[in-house]
């Protein structure tokens, strides 16, 4: 996976997370929190590229390059580690497309004391670099599994013993009236679509978010927000 700035590549580095090649400017190596990072680097027994601006640019996913860049290992992902913690709260993501929201998404779910996220179907991948930026770390430190076909998923959930809660737009349960002290698995779907047929029909309940007409929906990585932290604040993690 590709890390871009001091942030992803210090997290990453404190996680034990293996970095494979590191590339530094003249100007980042030369900022204080640069040069923390390229003597923590140092002391890896890893080597540091130096490069030009010009040459970051064309590395870097991002308009204006923070001057530090590293290939490392993506951690150690899967179903069976995104359901392993008791009493598990899992945010499951299907056909969520756009990597910005998956970072978010991630990073919501880890905010609000979520146990693990699971992206289905055609989500983007949670450890490319624009949902890596999204997540601001926390894609490397909560379990996250990618690539999974919703059935598999749901079936994996069941055999847990989660309880499987789709959410709707209109029509489902108040956050409030839903028990999510039990395991439980919130499903979320597609920007615009939502959860389809198959994954309304495998969950055993529905959630909505009361709102405020005429707004209709929000952006997926609030309404994780949103329903972790009322999960949360039933478990009384606050």
Do not use: Y
Request: glycine share 8%.
């Amino acid at each position: 996976m590709l890390l871009d700035g001091v942030h992803l590549v210090s997290e990453a580095l404190a996680l034990g997370i293996r970095l494979r090649q590191v590339a530094f400017t003249a100007r980042a190596m030369a900022s204080a929190e640069g040069a923390r990072l390229a003597a923590a680097v140092a002391e890896q027994g890893l080597s540091i590229v130096d490069v030009s601006d010009s040459v970051m640019e064309a590395m870097s996913p991002v308009a204006s390059p923070a001057g530090v860049i590293a290939i490392a290992d993506r951690p150690a992902s899967s179903l069976e580690r995104a359901l392993e913690h008791p009493p598990q709260l899992v945010v499951a993501v299907v056909d969520v497309q756009e990597p910005g929201n998956v970072g978010a998404v991630v990073r919501a779910a880890e905010a609000c004391w979520a146990t693990g996220v699971v992206c289905c179907g055609t989500s983007a991948d949670p450890f490319g670099p624009k949902a890596l930026r999204g997540s601001m770390g926390s894609a490397l430190r909560l379990p996250v599994a990618s690539g999974v076909a919703a059935a598999e998923a749901f079936a994996a959930m069941r055999a847990r013993g989660l309880r499987l809660v789709a959410t709707v737009p209109t029509g489902g349960l108040r956050p409030d009236a839903l028990d999510l002290r039990q395991p439980t698995a919130l499903l979320f779907g597609a920007e615009g679509s939502g959860l389809t047929g198959d994954a309304l029909q495998a969950a055993d309940a529905a959630v909505s978010i009361p709102m405020r007409a005429p707004v209709e929906s929000l952006n997926v990585a609030v309404a994780v927000a949103l329903l972790t932290c009322e999960a949360a604040r039933q478990r009384g993690a606050f």
